[in-house]
């Protein structure tokens, strides 16, 4: 049955007091035209009717549009909060990736993004609470802590927000409407300057995403999330966004191994012995092992190698890979033993599709991150543009060591 609006009502209030005041009239009519002046009449006021009826039926662009602002002031409120589960592919690379997803928020500023790889089964979990954000990978005892603002300056496109801001920022948007789905064609608005168009279905039922696609220049696909539950108002427990508890999702129940890995403002790790400020005892170092040397298949153009260099004897198995010409540029990378944190750095997170990074630095930026097998990557550049780190990143993501 279909929500009728005041303006909706008073035209079918309208039509029915013309259909009576018709077939009043009609009864004066001279016997031999009666029966079929007062069949055409009926005739006539029912297709009237029935179009009324389905014209208040359909919603346009601006009631959607309202309707989603309504939707947005609710999550803002004390209670607000959502849940949502799916399926993301990124296109990004030579070849697509899965992951599995599960997006949690909760008012004012609580996220939890849990990331399954879909071939390696390896989960990682972006957090953010009351203590920073935090990257996590729970199967490996590995976790990565920064200080920023995220999601509010820069979201991701399974991000409920982000949708919507994405409708309501494009005055340009285009509109559709399915068999389930009000659909939206507007600019994307993430990181990368690759990313330029996305569609989003939202259902008709209350506005919960269903499909997001996010194209580039070329109308080629390069993000797709399909969700399959999402649920507003969700309940979660207190401790739900709490790091600890987070780090044990996978692990073997024990909230106390979980440590963290901080960088510096330049994305330099901070050594164990700086962070131990609050006076407690770092955890065990835990050996992953080596993982020989990474190469990036993306290079960008009239960019070439310039050396490599592994360090031998060193307890992270650390590797340098610098590149010149129009770029200069070096990728280090290294799986270091765990460290606890006392302080945190500050800088500007960067959406890599299947993880989160940390971009720092002024003049010298630092792009940092690590992968689902505990290696963390920093890209190290004067003049390497961010959507040129992005790419580099995602082509080491889908590389193995050599």
């Known amino acids: 049955m279909y929500n009728r609006s005041p303006a909706c009502q008073a035209s079918l209030h309208n039509v029915n007091k013309s259909l009576i005041d018709m077939y009043q009239s009609s009864k004066t009519c001279a016997k031999g035209d009666d029966v079929m002046r007062r069949m055409s009449w009926v005739l006539a006021m029912i297709l009237c009717v029935t179009v009324v009826f389905a014209g208040c039926g359909k919603k346009d662009a601006a009631s959607v549009v309202k309707g989603l602002n309504n939707v947005a002031d609710t999550l803002q409120s004390k209670e607000g909060s959502y849940k949502g589960t799916g399926k993301m592919t990124l296109y990004t690379g030579e070849k697509p990736q899965e992951y599995n997803i599960e997006v949690w928020y909760q008012n004012p500023s609580y996220y939890r993004i849990s990331l399954t790889n879909a071939q390696k089964d390896v989960t990682q979990i972006v957090l953010r609470n009351d203590d920073g954000v935090f990257v996590l990978t729970p199967s490996l005892n590995k976790s990565f802590r920064f200080k920023s603002d995220w999601p509010e300056n820069q979201?991701?496109?399974?991000?409920?927000?982000?949708?919507v801001q994405g409708i309501l920022s494009d005055n340009t948007r285009q509109f559709a409407s399915d068999k389930d789905s009000y659909v939206f064609d507007v600019a994307a608005n993430y990181h990368s300057q690759s990313l330029v168009r996305q569609k989003i279905w939202l259902s008709k039922d209350n506005y919960a995403p269903k499909q997001v696609q996010v194209s580039d220049g070329e109308a080629h696909?390069?993000?797709?999330?399909?969700?399959?539950?999402?649920?507003?108002?969700?309940?979660f427990d207190k401790d739900s966004f709490d790091m600890k508890r987070n780090m044990t999702v996978q692990g073997d129940g024990d909230p106390t191994l979980g440590t963290v890995m901080q960088v510096d403002e330049n994305g330099n790790p901070i050594s164990a012995?700086?962070?131990?400020?609050?006076?407690?005892?770092?955890?065990?170092?835990?050996?992953?092992?080596?993982?020989?040397?990474?190469v990036p298949v993306y290079m960008p153009e009239g960019v070439d190698s310039k050396d490599t260099n592994?360090?031998?004897?060193?307890?992270?198995?650390?590797?340098?890979?610098?590149?010149?010409?129009?770029y200069q540029y070096t990728i280090m990378e290294s799986r270091s033993q765990d460290m606890a944190v006392s302080s945190l750095a500050s800088g500007t997170v960067v959406d890599l599709g299947f993880t989160s990074g940390l971009l720092t630095g002024d003049e010298q930026k630092t792009l940092t991150?690590?992968?689902?097998e505990g290696i963390e990557f920093r890209i190290t550049s004067a003049n390497l543009p961010v959507d040129e780190m992005t790419k580099i990143a995602v082509s080491l993501q889908e590389q193995t060591g050599k």
């Open 155 to 163: 979201g991701q496109v399974y991000l409920y927000q982000t949708l």
């Open 221 to 235: 696909v390069m993000v797709e999330v399909k969700f399959s539950e999402f649920k507003f108002d969700a309940k």
């Open 273 to 294: 012995d700086d962070q131990q400020t609050d006076g407690s005892t770092a955890a065990a170092p835990k050996e992953l092992g080596d993982f020989g040397m990474i």
């Open 310 to 326: 592994k360090m031998e004897n060193s307890a992270s198995h650390t590797v340098l890979l610098r590149y010149d010409g129009t």
């Open 369 to 372: 991150w690590m992968n689902d």
